[in-house]
């Protein structure tokens, strides 16, 4: 039922700054908590970040914690993710879901997969 669309990825240097934008329809996921997750060539997919479904609580890995800020439009069905100081190993294509979190530390996508939208960081 629901559709997930992500946006917003580019081309950037080191140090810059990117938005991304994941965009729901076909149904409403304002239940669940939301979050990120990232894929990189060679690597299994990695978990970025998630806000609770009160928009009052994020989580984040260490690997991103103080560069990336999610956000969440509960009326727009929408879901941003604000990466500053960017690095060249944030490169990957980047995808969102939707799901329960786990012990506080991550989530556990329930939605299917959209096409993700490719970050690239350079040096």
């Known amino acids: 039922q629901v559709q997930l669309v992500e946006s917003g990825g580019g081309l950037v240097q080191a140090g810059g700054s990117l938005r991304l934008s994941c965009a729901a329809s076909?149904?409403?996921?304002?239940?669940?908590?939301m979050g990120w997750f990232r894929q990189a060539p060679g690597k299994e997919r990695e978990f970025v970040g998630a806000?609770?479904?009160?928009?009052?609580?994020?989580i984040y890995p260490n690997s991103v914690k103080g560069r990336f800020t999610i956000s969440r439009d509960n009326a727009k069905n929408m879901m941003y993710l604000q990466m500053n100081s960017l690095k060249p190993e944030d490169t990957a294509v980047y995808y969102c879901?939707?799901?329960?979190?786990?012990?506080?530390?991550?989530?556990?996508?329930?939605?299917?997969w959209g096409q993700g939208t490719q970050v690239t960081v350079s040096s």
């Open positions: 076909g149904g409403t996921f304002v239940t669940y908590a």
């Open positions: 806000v609770s479904r009160s928009r009052f609580s994020t």
């Open positions: 879901n939707a799901g329960p979190l786990t012990n506080t530390s991550y989530l556990r996508p329930s939605l299917p």
